[in-house]
């Protein structure tokens, strides 16, 4: 195979996704191979991967693009969706599609993310739904799945990305069988995909802004991953909001409140009812 360029892209309201992406970056430059690293949160993220794609193939190089999104009501996020939509009809070019999950269900991100990839023509020699740690419960006192991903999913994340790396070396490859990806879920599947992700995201607690603490240094907005908060002259929160709760977690002034400990008890009831073993698998 020519010359092989890797992209990762990736968006990570609460970090973990982030790391995950970061210690692929790290084994890839380990190699001396020529790896970009893209935050899909931040503005423009999407046409800065987009463009160093593009970059890549007219420079005769083969792109391979790793994707990763945490999965949030069983799903993938819509950055992360949005930017597989707008990636060019890409005949035999290299995916490889990586989720985080918070111990209650791997859900289907990988496979809606994954099924958009092979539409658009990518083959994906490997792909990764990693254990983190649940990012709704991080004011409580043991979060769900507190310091995951640890060394041993991180180990499991390098021999994946050691293996990828031979097969495309090697030439050729089948891709992953991407039917396993449904597989041993505690979630179902039509009942996930029957209401769109803003009808999930609404259905989420609502963000109470108390206007005597807002200093209005705009640091919510900045670090929104969905472009969601406008000021005027306070933040508003508009229907692009994936209820990450990012907002809430950044603002130093703890302005924006919502029900976190009911929030909690919620997810660690699921966790600790999930039928799904909270354990890192990379095909
Ligand atoms: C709104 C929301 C929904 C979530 N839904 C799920 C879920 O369906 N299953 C699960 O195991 N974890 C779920 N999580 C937890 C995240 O998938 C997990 O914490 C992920 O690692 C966060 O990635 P990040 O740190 O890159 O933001 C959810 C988190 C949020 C904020
Ligand atoms: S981060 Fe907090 S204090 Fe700053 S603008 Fe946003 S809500 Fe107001
Ligand atoms: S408005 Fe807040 S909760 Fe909604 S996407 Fe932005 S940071 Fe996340």
């Known amino acids: ?70 999965v949030y009501g069983s799903r993938a996020i819509p950055p992360v969706m949005d930017f597989i939509e707008r990636l060019p009809q890409c005949s035999g070019a290299i995916a490889v599609p990586f989720v ?58 390098g021999k994946l990305v050691r293996e990828i790396t031979e097969k ?35 259905k989420m607690p609502p963000k109470k802004l108390n206007e005597e603490a807002c200093t209005q240094c705009k640091i919510c907005a900045d670090t929104c991953p969905a472009d969601a908060i406008t000021f005027s002259p306070y933040p508003e929160f508009n229907d692009s909001c994936i209820a990450c709760f990012s907002c809430v977690r950044n603002c130093p002034e703890e302005a924006i409140g919502i029900p976190l400990e009911a929030l909690n008890s919620k997810v660690q009831e699921r966790a600790a009812n999930s039928t799904e073993e909270s354990t890192t698998i990379t095909y």
């Open 100 to 157: 985080t999950w918070g111990g209650v269900t791997r859900g289907f991100a990988l496979y809606q993310m994954a099924e958009a990839l092979q539409k658009k023509g990518f083959t994906l020699p490997g792909a990764a739904e990693v254990v983190a740690a649940h990012s709704l419960t991080w004011k409580a006192d043991k979060p769900v799945e507190a310091g995951r991903p640890d060394t041993s999913d991180m180990e499991k994340i």
């Open 1 to 70: 195979m020519n010359n092989v360029k890797t992209i990762i892209a990736f968006c990570s309201p609460n970090g973990t996704t982030k790391a995950v992406a970061e210690k692929i970056s790290e084994i890839h430059r380990q190699d001396g191979a020529d790896v970009t690293l893209v935050n899909l949160g931040v503005k423009g993220g999407s046409d800065t991967a987009l463009q160093k794609i593009n970059q890549s193939v007219q420079q005769g190089s083969t792109p391979v693009i790793y994707i990763g999104s945490p």
């Open 168 to 202: 495309i070396k090697a030439g050729s490859f089948s891709g992953v069988d991407i039917s396993l990806f449904k597989e041993g879920r505690a979630a179902n599947f039509d009942e996930v995909f029957s209401i769109p992700f803003s009808a999930f995201s609404a």
